[in-house]
């Protein structure tokens, strides 16, 4: 069973453009929702986080929108670039399960030049 | 990579042969995690450990067993490979506590013929 759903799968987005990933969570007891970012070849590595007391993060071009109530939280990578394409991962965690993160199923995202 | 190493990198087995991957860090970090990705599956959790000498089942356990004797080594061992274990294995680790990051290993790309 998914408890986190990541769409889109893959996504197309001309250099400059805005990239939107949306994920959807099912468990309420989630208190922390990172986005890693994987290069081929490459292990995941840690983008942006948020915790739920807050409804933006923004690092950059990159914000974490957060909707506690709809339950969902989406990526937005403004003036998209050739170098972020790459797989990105949202997952969600809780204090109760012994530091496992569930993970979405990742977005691949290409940047046209 | 966060001081995290992974042995071997590249590995082809034949089916049926016990074969073990090893991860390695040099943070000191108490939690230590082996994951699979495969092209639609995501990342998902095989065993983690919490502990030297504590570990527990992640979702996709069956097939694996792990053994951690030392903070800094954490070893995943396929009893008998299977062609369904054909797949690259990441090593991750983390502090422990909620919100923690995970850090990656540069993954084991394994082959079962």
């Known amino acids: 069973q998914q408890q986190v759903k990541q769409s889109p799968q893959s996504l197309i987005v001309q250099k400059g453009g805005i990239s939107i990933i949306n994920c959807a969570y099912e468990?309420?007891?989630?208190?922390?929702f990172p986005w890693y970012q994987q290069f081929p070849g490459k292990g995941p590595a840690l983008l942006i986080a948020i915790r739920p007391d807050v409804s933006e993060k923004k690092e950059g071009r990159f914000t974490i929108s957060f909707n506690k109530s709809a339950k969902q939280f989406s990526l937005h990578i403004m003036d998209s670039q050739p170098g972020d394409s790459a797989t990105y991962f949202c997952a969600g965690e809780n204090a109760g399960n012994n530091r496992k993160l569930i993970w979405g199923l990742g977005t691949s995202l290409a940047v046209n030049p | 990579d966060a001081g995290i190493t992974q042995s071997p990198r590249h590995k082809v087995t034949e089916t049926g042969t016990p074969v073990t991957l090893r991860c390695h860090q040099t943070?000191?970090?108490?939690?230590m995690y082996w994951y699979r990705q495969d092209p639609g599956h995501g990342l998902r959790l095989i065993h983690y450990?919490?502990?030297?000498?504590?570990?527990d089942k992640g979702e996709v356990s069956d097939g694996y067993s792990v053994s951690r004797s030392k903070t800094e080594d954490f070893l995943l061992t396929l009893e008998s490979a299977t062609s369904s274990q054909t797949s690259v294995y990441f090593c991750?680790?983390?502090?422990?506590?909620?919100?923690?990051?995970?850090?990656f290993g540069p993954g084991t790309r394994l082959l079962v013929l």
């Open positions: 468990n309420t007891a989630f208190d922390y």
């Open positions: 943070e000191n970090h108490r939690y």
């Open positions: 450990s919490y502990g030297v000498k504590d570990t």
């Open positions: 991750a680790i983390s502090e422990g506590g909620l919100g923690e990051t995970q850090y």
